[in-house]
């Protein structure tokens, strides 16, 4: 392990990359701090706290700058929701797909179809969510300088928001092209991980402070002691593989070559969908101040994964995305074409069609395991804020964020040591 540090930290490169990254992250955080122009900043913060876990969501995934209405209120988020759009889309537009077919050129075009996706559904939740603001709230959601807010009000700052994740996609291209990792990845974690002291705080008020008993002292230590033995399951987990062996029909002798299927191939993205669709009825009913109408406890009912009735509709979503994503993701017919192209098969199964329907069923079940995976770790928070008694979403024990920091460190990880053994062997080749 300390021998992969040194080689790391010996590499002039990879540190200069590093650096770069590091300043790209100090240059987002201070961008993150410029308020949206007009608007009276203490509105957002009443609406994340009565409005539902839909803000929540985007105010983890952008390091608190939607609690603090900055420009950059919406993060990476459009983005990342026009990369799944896209990607799906793939799936139902026939030249979507021959474009994701044509090589570089062809991963080029849809990289600017996403962006440009991103751009407009960056102003539209952007405009939606200061509407909401105004719907929702009594009286003037501007400064109070400004009498009566009007339309043109609106899209400046629905203007100044999509400014904002423009400038966010442009730093997440950055740190791919210059840094270490996947830009977008990292400028997730590094809003995610802006989130930790503020549990670490809320921790102590709970237990420490003005409630220190014995007792208290306990429980706080044995829910640090949790937080580590779920992170370091997340990692093992995360990391867990099944190794399919191959065989190439040119080669003699034994062969080494694997296809790798990871226990969870389908990500995060089974549990964002799920949290975001779970999240969405709420936030509408929060804004719309109807909390009290029997319309807005029959939707608390059913979509409040706290509920008995959405706790249930929470695992269903989860259990059907895992599927649907693995099995998008992984395509058994394309990989089977691709082996018999290669002249590879697996031993002991024929090539064609029977290669399909093996690694179909291969993917099947290690889908059941990593969707039983991903369902304990989405349900961890709830279950665990209903013991210990946690309100609100400043404690978080496992969940969604922990994965996504686990994963987006994974890869990084080893795309820092790749980087790092290439330049030494391009070292050892220049001498």
């Known amino acids: 392990m300390w021998r992969r540090i040194t080689k790391v930290l010996s590499n002039k490169t990879v540190m200069v990359r590093l650096a770069i990254t590091l300043g790209l992250l100090l240059i987002f955080?201070?961008?993150?701090?410029?308020?949206?122009?007009?608007?009276?900043?203490?509105?957002?913060?009443?609406?994340?706290?009565?409005?539902?876990?839909?803000?929540?969501?985007?105010?983890?995934?952008?390091?608190?700058?939607?609690?603090?209405?900055?420009?950059?209120?919406?993060?990476i988020s459009p983005y990342i929701t026009a990369s799944i759009v896209v990607q799906l889309l793939q799936m139902v537009l026939p030249s979507l797909k021959e474009l994701s077919e044509q090589g570089d050129s062809g991963k080029q075009k849809l990289n600017r179809?996403?962006?440009?996706?991103?751009?407009?559904?960056?102003?539209?939740?952007?405009?939606?969510?200061?509407?909401?603001?105004?719907?929702?709230?009594?009286?003037?959601?501007?400064?109070?300088?400004?009498?009566?807010?009007?339309?043109?009000?609106?899209?400046?700052?629905?203007?100044?928001?999509?400014?904002?994740?423009?400038?966010?996609?442009?730093?997440?291209?950055?740190?791919?092209?210059?840094g270490i990792g996947n830009g977008t990845s990292i400028l997730i974690v590094a809003g995610i991980v802006t989130s930790f002291p503020v549990m670490?705080?809320?921790?102590?008020?709970?237990?420490?402070?003005?409630?220190?008993?014995?007792?208290?002292?306990?429980?706080?230590?044995?829910?640090?002691?949790?937080?580590?033995?779920?992170?370091?399951?997340v990692v093992y987990l995360q990391i867990a593989t099944r190794k399919v062996p191959i065989q190439y029909a040119n080669r003699q002798g034994k062969s080494d070559s694997h296809i790798p299927i990871?226990?969870?191939?389908?990500?995060?993205?089974?549990?964002?969908?799920?949290?975001?669709?779970?999240?969405?009825?709420?936030?509408?009913?929060?804004?719309?101040?109807?909390?009290?109408?029997?319309?807005?406890?029959w939707i608390n009912q059913i979509f409040n994964n706290?509920?008995?009735?959405?706790?249930?509709?929470?695992?269903?979503?989860?259990?059907?995305?895992?599927?649907?994503?693995?099995?998008?993701?992984?395509?058994?017919?394309?990989m089977a074409d691709n082996l018999q192209k290669s002249n590879a098969y697996i031993p002991s199964v024929k090539p064609g069609e029977d290669t399909k329907n093996f690694i179909a069923r291969l993917l099947f079940k290690i889908t059941v395991l990593g969707t039983v995976y991903l369902v304990v770790l989405a349900v961890l928070p709830i279950i665990i804020s209903q013991i210990f008694g946690f309100?609100?979403?400043?404690?978080?024990?496992?969940?969604t964020s922990l994965l996504i920091v686990v994963g987006v460190a994974v890869e990084t990880t080893q795309q820092v040591e790749t980087d790092a053994e290439k330049e030494e062997y391009q070292g050892i080749f220049k001498k």
């Open 262 to 297: 990871k226990l969870n191939s389908s990500g995060v993205i089974p549990v964002i969908f799920a949290s975001t669709i779970m999240s969405i009825p709420l936030t509408f009913v929060g804004l719309s101040q109807s909390s009290g109408s029997n319309v807005s406890i």
């Open 391 to 399: 309100t609100g979403s400043a404690i978080t024990i496992g969940g």
């Open 113 to 178: 179809i996403t962006r440009y996706l991103a751009i407009a559904l960056a102003f539209i939740q952007g405009l939606g969510l200061l509407l909401g603001l105004a719907y929702g709230t009594p009286g003037n959601i501007l400064i109070p300088s400004i009498i009566e807010a009007n339309a043109l009000h609106f899209i400046y700052m629905a203007l100044t928001i999509t400014a904002g994740t423009a400038f966010s996609i442009y730093i997440g291209d950055l740190i791919t092209k210059k």
């Open 200 to 233: 670490i705080t809320s921790l102590n008020q709970k237990y420490l402070g003005a409630n220190l008993t014995g007792w208290n002292v306990v429980l706080y230590i044995f829910v640090l002691v949790l937080f580590l033995a779920i992170l370091l399951g």
């Open 29 to 75: 955080r201070i961008v993150s701090h410029i308020p949206i122009p007009l608007l009276d900043t203490s509105l957002i913060r009443n609406a994340i706290a009565t409005s539902g876990s839909f803000l929540d969501i985007l105010n983890n995934f952008s390091g608190q700058a939607l609690a603090q209405s900055s420009i950059l209120a919406l993060g």
């Open 306 to 334: 706290q509920m008995p009735i959405g706790f249930i509709l929470y695992v269903i979503l989860i259990v059907l995305f895992s599927f649907f994503y693995a099995f998008l993701t992984i395509d058994p017919n394309k």
